[in-house]
């Protein structure tokens, strides 16, 4: 059986300010995260990973390749579209305070509510396609290393709809 550990990037600048990053936006990881990705390292070393997937995105990006780096540079490490953020339209780059002043319904649906998640009123992906996209790749993965440690850096909001869907 196949052993996932979904990773979730370091944090960024934009996390500290409260704003949405989606699959558009990006900040550079904070110099704490650096530090966070070597004790991440060092609570891995002991383990036997077959392979590292990871989000093209930035933060994402540079989290797998420093937690590779931390880990030796031994392991496998492929960058896969599907593992991209969760789209997140007029939200990306906006302040999470901004968004539940403009858009209540929206924001109430998509953290508590994604079966009355309206993607359309923000031009958004759907919890249905980010499901769909990531789910697929980690089932992909689950059949090329079937008795294997395997490695996902991606994002919170679109691990969190992957792992509930």
């Known amino acids: ?57 930035p933060r994402a990006k540079t989290t797998a390749q420093k937690l590779d780096e931390a880990l030796g540079n031994t392991i496998p490490l492929t960058i896969d579209a599907r593992l991209a953020e969760f789209n997140l339209g007029k939200m990306e780059g906006m302040k999470f305070a901004d968004v539940a002043k403009r858009w ?20 958004s992906e759907s919890f249905q396609s980010v499901i769909k996209r990531v789910s697929a790749a980690v089932y992909e993965y689950a059949q090329q290393y079937p008795s294997s440690n395997v490695v996902i850096v991606s994002h919170g909001a679109a691990l969190n709809a992957a792992i509930n869907g």
Do not use: C
């Open 1 to 57: 059986m196949t052993r996932f550990y979904f990773i979730r990037h370091g944090k960024t600048q934009w996390n500290l300010d409260s704003r949405y990053q989606g699959a558009n936006g990006d900040s550079p990881l904070l110099a704490q995260s650096y530090k966070e990705i070597k004790l991440l390292a060092k609570s891995l070393e002991n383990v036997e990973i077959a392979h590292i997937f990871s989000s093209p995105l």
């Open 104 to 123: 209540p319904q929206v924001l109430d649906a998509f953290r508590h509510h994604p079966d009355r998640y309206n993607p359309e009123i923000v031009d």
